[in-house]
Structures are given as C-alpha cells and as structure tokens.
C-alpha cells in the first residue's frame, strides 16, 4: 500500500516514521518536496503518486502567528486538503486523512465534545482547520475522507509545551502557567498509532482522538517537572503558579474547555488510549534515551 505522508519534519511526522507498518511504502514529503501553500503542486503530486492514502500531517500550527498570517494559514490548512480531496476525486481512487484539531471547537460547551458538534473556532488557526475538514468531507464523503482531530499533541522531537516546559524548568526558579484551559494532552506516538489505524481499518468520517483523562496547561506543566525529575531529566523543578488565561494574554483565543469525547473512535479503530500523564512518561523515557 502506498502511502503520501505530508508534515514529514513535523512532530507527528516523525512519530508516523518511526511507527510506519510493514507493508506500507511510505512518502514522506515536506517543504522541500511539497509546498503546501500551492493548491496546484498539491493537485500535481496526487495524480502523479496516486496514492492509496494520503495523510495530511502538515499544516500552518503556529496559533498566535496565523493571526497575523490569515491568508496563509488558510492555504495551507483548508487550500492544502482542499486541492488534495479534488485530485483523489478526480483520480476516482485513493483516500485522505486529514488531521485536525480541538481547536475547531469554542470551548463554552462545559462538557465534552462529540464528533458532530457544532464547531465554532475562536481564532484564524481553528476557523482554517475547520474549513480543511469541511472540505475533505464534501468532495471525498466519509467513504473515502476521515478526519481525525487530535488536541495538545507532543512528542519528543520538535516544538512543543513538553519541550519548552523542560526548558524552563530548568532555566527559572519559578514560572507562570494558565490553569483555567482545560483539554488533554496527547503524545505523537498514541497518535500515530491510530493513524495507522484508521489506514487499516479503512476508518472515514469524522474522528477524534485524544490520551485519556484531562488537564489544565497548569496540571501538564507540574506534571512534567515531576515525572521528568523522577526520570533524571531535571535536577530540581520549578515553582509553578497557576495563572488565569486574562492574566496571559495571547495574540490568539484558545477555547477554555475543549475535551473531546473519543469513545466511539477508540471503538472504531480497535485502540485503547493510554492515560495522559502514562503518554508523558513515555515522551520523557524517550527524550532521556536520545
Ligand atoms: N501541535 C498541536 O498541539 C496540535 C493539536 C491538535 C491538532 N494538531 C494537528 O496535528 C497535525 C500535526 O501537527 P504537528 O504538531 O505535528 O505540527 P508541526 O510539528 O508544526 O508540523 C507541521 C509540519 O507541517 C509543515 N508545514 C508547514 N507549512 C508547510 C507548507 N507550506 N508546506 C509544506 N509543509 C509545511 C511544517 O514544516 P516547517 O517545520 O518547515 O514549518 C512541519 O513539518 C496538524 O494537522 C495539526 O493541525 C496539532
């Protein structure tokens, strides 16, 4: 089975590398290879390939810069996947896995969110995501698109709260964390888990995926200094204070509670998700052992 993998330099990209199955010839394009911001190089690559699958694990991720760069945010995050579903609709073969987000949610519900829920994003990083998904769905059907969304996804390599959290335990006596956003961290290996399960299992529709349990970035950022002092990574942790999101301003509104109800894609895809202070410990296992 042929494989097009976009986003290949990114976190999920490495992690989809590493878990790639036996079986699968696997394309792993990035910047280099495939600007996503050109819906024609986009359209140009599928019916050059035709793949069987073509995961769409790049996309625009910086939350606060999109919204100072709308337009290209939307090329990448909705254009991108919208350019993709039109060549494998042409092609009349293949399918797209589009990754999304929790952010395409507003995050006053109070409870957790069901893949049919209503989306309502609160900035230009949730609104492009949702467009991508909406996309994908109306040319492909859930036949041959499955979006499956994810939230405060981390993994051992590239730029994450994880890292930068390790980073300034180390650096500051003390540090400042909002405690009134409420989601659940999720390591890139679970994810990619599930990625690759979704090919095999030939999942569509929309989809959600998430680690178990939930967190505030407050309760993440304690975690890690403990898990990672237990593990040798840090000498001492730092002192963190809870802070109200009013107190940390962001260019970019992020949803208060966006905990997303995964039950029926675990079914789906026959995986059971590991709790996510187990999915830090792994990460932290694994940045130990680099
Ligand atoms: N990170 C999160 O907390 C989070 C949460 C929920 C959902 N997601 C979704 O999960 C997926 C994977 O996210 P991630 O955290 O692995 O992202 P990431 O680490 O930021 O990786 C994204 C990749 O896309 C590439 N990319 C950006 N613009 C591009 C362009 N114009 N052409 C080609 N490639 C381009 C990036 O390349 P450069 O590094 O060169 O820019 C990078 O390799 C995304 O769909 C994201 O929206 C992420």
């Not at 590493?18 to 280099?32: F, H, K, N, R």
């Not at 694990?57 to 990448?76: I, N, R, S």
């Not at 964390?177 to 090919?199: E, F, R, S, Y």
């Not at 107190?247 to 997303?260: F, G, I, V, W």
Request: proline fraction near 6%; charged fraction near 15%; include cysteine.
């Amino acid at each position: 089975m042929r494989v097009l993998l976009t986003g290949a330099g990114g976190q999920l990209g490495y992690a989809l590398q590493a878990s790639c199955p036996q079986g699968v010839e696997l394309i792993a394009t990035d910047l280099a290879q495939l600007d996503l911001s050109d819906p024609a190089a986009c359209r140009r690559i599928v019916h050059e390939l035709r793949p069987d699958w073509l995961l769409n694990g790049g996309a625009y991720t910086a939350v606060d810069q999109a919204e100072q760069q709308p337009e290209l945010a939307e090329a990448v995050n909705a254009g991108a996947p919208r350019a993709f579903a039109e060549a494998l609709a042409d092609l009349g073969s293949g399918r797209l896995l589009q990754i999304s987000t929790d952010f395409v949610f507003s995050g006053q519900q109070g409870h957790p969110y069901g893949p049919q829920d209503p989306v309502a994003p609160l900035g230009v990083y949730g609104a492009t995501k949702a467009r991508g998904e909406a996309a994908v769905l109306e040319l492909l059907g859930p036949e041959r698109a499955c979006v499956l969304r994810t939230s405060w996804l981390y993994g051992p390599v590239g730029k994450n709260f994880c890292l930068t959290m390790l980073r300034l335990h180390r650096e500051r006596p003390e540090l400042g964390v909002v405690a009134d956003q409420v989601g659940c961290p999720t390591h890139t290996a679970g994810l990619a888990a599930a990625c690759w399960a979704v090919i095999a299992k030939g999942v569509g529709g929309l989809q959600q995926w998430s680690d178990a349990g939930a967190a505030s970035w407050y309760d993440f950022a304690v975690a890690i200094g403990e898990e990672a002092q237990a593990l040798g990574l840090l000498e001492r942790q730092a002192q963190v204070k809870p802070l109200t999101t009013a107190e940390y301003p962001t260019p970019a509104q992020r949803p208060a509670y966006s905990l997303m109800d995964c039950r029926a894609s675990r079914e789906a895809l026959g995986l059971a998700p590991l709790h996510w202070r187990q999915g830090l410990r792994q990460v932290l296992a694994a940045i130990a052992s680099q």
